[in-house]
């Protein structure tokens, strides 16, 4: 398996990813499925030394992603802690995706500025859940039915991970 930085012609498979998981309503918060032109920003935003979006290939092929997200709207008093979001291929989940980018993201945190590491995870999600307390994620917060899937509450799990 490779890790690389993510560039913009890699945008609509990490979209085509990411909307493969809409449907399963487990671990993406959007109903709809979104579109390359309305990610753009968000994938232009993100810096390869700082803030970066990863990609795993098997065999040049795209199998999942791994993105940083500034934490706390961007305030400077926050500025080395960092939101994790993994989504994985439907074809390759629970074949160690998710591990490699997560353990790539804790190795390589430090050199990035990070020093907490968070995760926003549905408490139904168990498998990402399992994924991060493998890991060494604890869980730092618990908000009962702050979102809504097809008129079903769902409770939002923090986990976190201090680096230093």
Not at 29 to 55: A, C, M, Y
Not at 89 to 103: E, I, P, T
Request: contains cysteine.
């Amino acid at each position: 398996m490779k890790l690389r930085d993510a560039i913009e012609s890699d945008l609509p498979i990490i979209v085509e990813i990411y909307n493969a998981a809409i449907p399963g309503r487990i671990a993406a918060g959007d109903v709809q499925p979104v579109t390359v032109e309305s990610r753009l920003i968000w994938f232009r935003e993100h810096k390869p030394n700082s803030r970066p979006v990863w990609v795993a290939e098997i065999d040049e092929v795209i199998v999942g992603w791994l993105s940083f997200q500034p934490f706390c709207y961007n305030r400077p008093a926050y500025r080395y802690t960092a939101e994790l979001s993994i989504y994985i291929s439907a074809n390759y989940r629970g074949c160690g995706v998710g591990g490699f980018l997560l353990k790539a993201a804790i190795d390589k945190s430090p050199a990035l500025g990070i020093k907490t590491l968070l995760g926003y995870i549905f408490a139904h999600n168990q498998p990402s859940l399992r994924l991060f307390q493998k890991m060494g994620f604890q869980q730092w917060g618990y908000l009962p039915g702050v979102g809504e899937l097809d008129g079903i509450e769902r409770d939002l799990v923090i986990v976190g991970l201090r680096l230093t």
